[in-house]
Each structure stands twice: as C-alpha cells, then as structure tokens.
C-alpha cells in the first residue's frame, strides 16, 4: 500500500515538473514572438 502509494506520488510529481517545463517553454516562446512583434 505504502510502496503504491509512493510510485502515485513520483507519477505525479514528474507529470507536474514536466507540466511545468512545457509551460514554461511556451511561456518564454510567446515572449520572443511579442519582442518580435514590437521590433
């Protein structure tokens, strides 16, 4: 119960970080297509 309970968490933990990093991609690529907008 224990051992399943922590392969959920680690689950969803790399799901969240990966979430994270891909938001943060989008993020950073939208602000490049504004500066590039503005220029």
Do not use: D, H, N, P
Request: glycine share 10%.
């Amino acid at each position: 119960m224990l051992g399943q309970r922590f392969s959920i968490s680690v689950l969803i933990t790399s799901y969240c970080s990966k979430a994270l990093v891909v938001l943060g991609e989008s993020v950073s690529m939208g602000g490049r297509l504004r500066k590039l907008k503005y220029e």
